[in-house]
């Protein structure tokens, strides 16, 4: 069953890239001249889905405004003919893709802003596309992950290796091999202690989820009495039952929650963007001689 519908929590404060997000989301902090949710939403129409689910809190209207026509701008720039390329541009955001919104009115965790989309959703597979995650490639890796669940119809998780430090801030993965870039994914183990590494595989941004995940998150959150409930809880029951796959996907992946990974895309972006790029390239290499 192919996947059409996506959801995009970006209901987080962005307390690591304060004080940028302070009246900003950090989902709309830009990478060179879009802002990071652009990159998520441009890469899942990339990918083929086509309804498209973002989940907000107060304070977060910008990103429904940045979704929608902006007539007053339009308008402006309609009445100059050397910024058509530019109005063409900005119309063509509106028309991404179909795009709905839902608050998470309560800070329940990942896995309670995934439950508040089961309507949405429905009986289909689907993917999240985390809002802190911006993931540059050729092929959209969350196309990638799509095709394989088509062709093994499990859930699969988005991974890569990362360091012996880092998988303690993520999660590790106990894994074995099964086709190419897909692994069988046995078991789950949030932010891990050094004991409990199982591998240095994490997942980063990008899962395919199917619709009885749901049932699996109401559980979950009936029996929590305090704090926070994980999606990974819900994707190591998957992982038990043997019904989901980790999948080392192919891209670079920059973490927009992150002071360093903004800089990071807003560099590397910059290098290949085809305004800028010869530009800046030449500004990074006499830089670079001062350093």
């Known amino acids: 069953m192919k996947v059409k519908k996506a959801i995009i929590p970006a209901a987080g404060l962005g307390t690591r890239v304060l004080p940028a997000s302070k009246a900003v989301p950090k989902e709309m902090l830009n990478i060179v001249d879009k802002p990071a949710i652009q990159y998520i939403v441009e890469e899942a129409v990339a990918a083929g889905i086509e309804d ?5 809190n107060r304070g977060k209207g910008v990103i429904e405004d940045h979704f ?51 309507s949405f959703v429905g009986n289909e597979p689907f993917a999240v596309l985390y809002g802190d995650d911006v993931i540059i490639s050729e092929d959209p890796v969350i196309g ?11 859930g699969v998780v988005g991974v ?7 998988i303690k801030m993520y999660c590790t993965l106990d894994v074995s091999p099964l086709k190419g870039r897909a692994m069988n994914c046995h078991s789950i183990i ?20 199917p619709p009885e995940t749901f049932g699996m998150l109401e559980e979950g959150i009936a029996k929590l009495e305090s704090g926070e409930f994980y999606l990974t809880d819900a ?16 891209g670079i992946r920059y973490d927009m929650g992150n002071k360093l990974g903004i800089m990071q895309a807003n560099c590397e972006v910059a290098l290949t963007h085809p305004e800028i790029g010869e530009d800046f390239k030449a500004y990074l290499k006499e830089l670079a001689k001062g350093l």
């Not at 498209?52 to 907000?56: E, G, P, V």
């Not at 990638?144 to 499990?154: D, I």
């Open 52 to 56: 498209i689910l973002i989940i907000t």
């Open 190 to 209: 949030e932010k891990p202690t050094d004991e409990q590494i199982m591998s240095l595989y994490a997942i980063l941004g990008r899962v395919i989820l």
């Open 144 to 154: 990638q992950l799509s095709r394989t669940y088509e062709e093994f119809g499990k």
């Open 160 to 166: 890569k290796e990362v360091t012996r430090e880092q």
């Open 235 to 250: 994707m190591s029951d998957l992982a038990k039952d043997d019904k989901l796959i980790a999948y080392d996907f192919d």
């Open 68 to 118: 929608d026509y902006a007539f007053e701008l339009e308008a402006g720039l309609a009445g100059r003919p050397d910024r058509a390329d530019i109005l063409a541009q900005v119309k063509a955001v509106a028309e991404l893709a179909n795009i709905y919104f839902i608050r998470q009115k309560e800070t329940k965790g990942l896995g309670h802003a995934i439950l508040t989309g089961k």
